[in-house]
């Protein structure tokens, strides 16, 4: 039996859907973050269960085809899992997480090749920067991985290089002005977290500032800090409550209106602190895009777009079907969809607040029939009370948009057993060099 602190020599058979290579010693599978398939490697064991093994990779003494050097400076963030795996063996891997979780399912269904980004690099619009006390002063950055640790990460590679300078001048409000960092063992001190959006087709900026109480100290001097940056809001969330929770319910707006714009196609949308928006908005077109084609839109549907956000999926469905219904939880988010509804002059659209798995049945319970659905929900699928509302209101087509390939395998596997059929499978990166990959699903009425 090997034990801890040994070192070893082995092949990397496969990554797993952690993102860890996975070899065997003795026939007992070693997992060992950052090695990739086909390598041979030589690992120090830090972990020994009689059924698996942890290893931290020493050295890759046969390196794979497909590594690449690693572009990012900090590495331990945890963000970027299979940054050194060449961008299309990264596609061909989501492909794979795909494929086995919809076999794990019992389903057959082709999947079609990722749709990939041709420069997979500054891809996203948002960032959220966590703020604490260090021995040094408070500071920013994202967590270690598996920690609360912070890593300062101003020049991250999949960021907008704005955050470098953004940075540099919240440090400076934070040291002139004294301003405490979140301490989240004795929930005191002030600066919990640095959030920014940006608007990639219009280029405004959004900074929201969360602290813990309701004073934000030292505003004045922040906002003469801040008044050259092409910051097109700035916005202070107050989140009283201890937790791990980005967000507060409340906000004050210091500058601007409290809100972006962004474009995607023809259609503008106004986005606010606490609405989900896209994080990738190069993939959010082809996303959309592909969800659009699989509803397969004549003019004359009545559409439901559940899980809708802003609206976004909704307004461009309405664009080619008679009626859109939106559901969505988050208030703020509809406030936004209307906006959004009335900014592009599109009225065949209504939106209502609450859980899809309660609106959903009560709509169909007063008489209200959709030929087409789309839903869009969060990484643990759909409430099983939606499914069965959708089962027996059965629509012609069901557009299925996730970000989880697990519960979207069993959510598809319950929906093919109660009369649809899956005949679409089209997965879109939507988070380079992360093990995430979104996926679009079409099911048809069998
Ligand atoms: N389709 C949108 C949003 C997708 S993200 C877009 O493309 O931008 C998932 C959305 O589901 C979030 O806005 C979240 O607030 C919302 N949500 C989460 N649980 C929900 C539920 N039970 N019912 C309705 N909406 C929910």
């Known amino acids: 039996m090997p034990v801890a602190g040994a070192l070893c020599h082995l092949k990397i058979l ?6 860890d290579g996975v070899g065997r010693i003795d026939g007992i599978p070693l997992y060992v973050e950052g090695a990739l398939p086909g390598e041979e490697i030589e690992a120090e064991l830090t972990l020994v269960k009689p059924n698996y093994l942890h ?5 890759v003494l046969e390196p794979s085809e497909h590594r690449v050097a690693d572009f990012c400076a900090h590495t331990d963030c945890g963000g970027c899992q299979v940054r050194t795996l060449a961008y299309p063996a990264q596609l061909e891997y989501k492909h794979q997480l795909v494929v086995k979780a919809l076999h794990q399912q019992g389903l057959q269904a082709e999947v079609l090749p990722v749709l990939g ?3 997979p690099f500054a891809w996203r619009n948002k960032a959220q920067f966590a703020v604490r006390p260090t021995g040094n002063g408070p500071a920013i950055g994202f967590y270690r991985k598996h920690s609360h640790e912070l890593v300062a990460c101003d020049d991250c590679a999949v960021q907008d290089p704005f955050h470098e300078t953004l940075l540099a001048r919240l440090r400076q409000w934070i040291a002139s002005e004294g301003v405490s960092a979140y301490d989240e063992t004795q929930h005191s001190g002030e600066l919990r977290h640095v959030m920014t959006r940006k608007g990639f087709a219009t280029g405004e900026w959004m900074l929201v500032l969360v602290t813990r109480s309701e004073t934000l100290p030292g505003e004045a001097a922040l906002l003469a800090l801040l008044a050259d940056l092409p910051l097109t809001t700035v916005v202070h969330n107050i989140h009283p409550e201890p937790g791990n929770r980005v967000l507060g319910a409340t906000n004050r ?3 601007g209106d409290g809100v972006i714009t962004d474009r995607l196609h023809d259609l503008e949308f106004v986005i606010s602190p606490l609405s989900f928006y896209q994080v990738n908005p190069r993939q959010t077109d082809v996303l959309y895009g592909k969800a659009l084609e699989f509803a397969g839109l004549t003019g004359d549907e009545t559409v439901f777009d559940l899980y809708c956000g802003i609206g976004t999926i909704s307004l461009f469905l309405a664009q080619q079907a ?3 219904v939106g559901i969505e939880l988050v208030a ?10 009335e900014r592009n002059d599109i ?5 209502h607040i609450g859980q899809a798995e309660v609106v959903v049945p009560e709509l169909y319970a007063a008489g209200e029939r959709a030929d087409v659905v789309v839903v869009d929900p969060p990484r643990k699928g759909c409430d099983a009370a939606l499914l069965r509302t959708l089962v027996e209101m059965a629509p012609q087509r069901l557009v299925y948009v996730s970000c989880n390939p697990q519960t979207l395998a069993r959510d598809l596997a319950w929906l093919c057993q109660h009369g649809f059929a899956l005949d679409g499978v089209q997965p879109v990166d939507m988070f380079p060099h992360t093990l995430h990959v979104e996926v679009v699903a079409r099911l048809r009425r069998a």
């Open 14 to 19: 496969e990554l797993t859907d952690k993102g």
């Open 55 to 59: 290893g931290r990779l020493q050295r």
């Open 117 to 119: 980004m041709e420069h």
């Open 253 to 255: 707006v210091l500058c």
């Open 322 to 324: 008679a009626r859109v």
């Open 332 to 341: 703020e988010a509809i406030a936004d969809a209307r906006r959004n509804a």
């Open 347 to 351: 009225h065949n659209v209504e939106f």
